[in-house]
């Protein structure tokens, strides 16, 4: 028995077969090697391989990048401010953001206003059930020195879920970039 195209042949049959099938029904798709019908090769171009218009930002993306452009990639795609929650273009968000973080909301054991960006920070530090005991001795200090402790900013102006976000986002544009690279190298090999 040999195998031709993911299928069991007998061995006196293969030459026989490969000829027939060369010659009538299938073709070796070059980019993905799949066996597809030659009547269906410019559709599976068309459906599996052939770059993609985006809509919204008008670039030309391959194919197998798509789903990654539309979720992560596109700068038109849309997101929600952390802040406000308002949706707006990915090219656009960070500098919304930076404006809409610097929005205050009060904070009434503190009795002063806090930074929108600087608030999960603030009730982390300062007013979680763990940090219970800290706070009684923390009231003290600040009533000596008059309000809340000055917070740290995280560096460029990112906060932790951000920053952790940034980092993920990052690493899975590199995996996936490394995937269809050495994919390309493999069927580049097998020409």
């Given amino acids: 028995m040999a195998i031709h195209h993911n299928r069991e042949i007998p061995s006196p049959n293969i030459a026989l077969h490969s000829a027939h099938c060369a010659r009538n029904l299938h073709l070796k798709c070059e980019h993905c090697g799949d066996m597809v019908p030659r009547k269906h090769m410019d559709q599976h171009y068309d459906d599996n391989h052939a770059p993609v218009n985006c809509p919204r930002c008008e670039q030309t993306v391959e194919h197998e990048l798509w789903d990654l452009h539309k979720r992560l990639q596109c700068p038109q ?8 929650k308002f949706e707006l273009p990915a090219a656009d968000i960070f500098e919304h953001q930076d404006v809409c973080g610097n929005r205050t909301k009060y904070c009434q054991p503190c009795n002063k206003d806090i930074r929108l960006r600087e608030w999960i920070g603030h009730e982390l530090l300062l007013h979680s059930k763990t940090n219970a005991a800290a706070e009684s001795s923390r009231s003290m200090l600040e009533k000596e020195e008059g309000g809340c402790h000055k917070q740290v900013r995280p560096a460029f102006g990112l906060n932790h879920k951000q920053l952790f976000l940034t980092i993920a986002i990052t690493g899975l544009a590199v995996l996936i970039g490394s995937i269809l690279f ?3 190298i493999g069927s580049s090999e097998a020409l």
């Fill in 77 to 84: 795609r849309m997101l929600a401010c952390q802040y406000c």
């Fill in 182 to 184: 050495q994919r390309r």
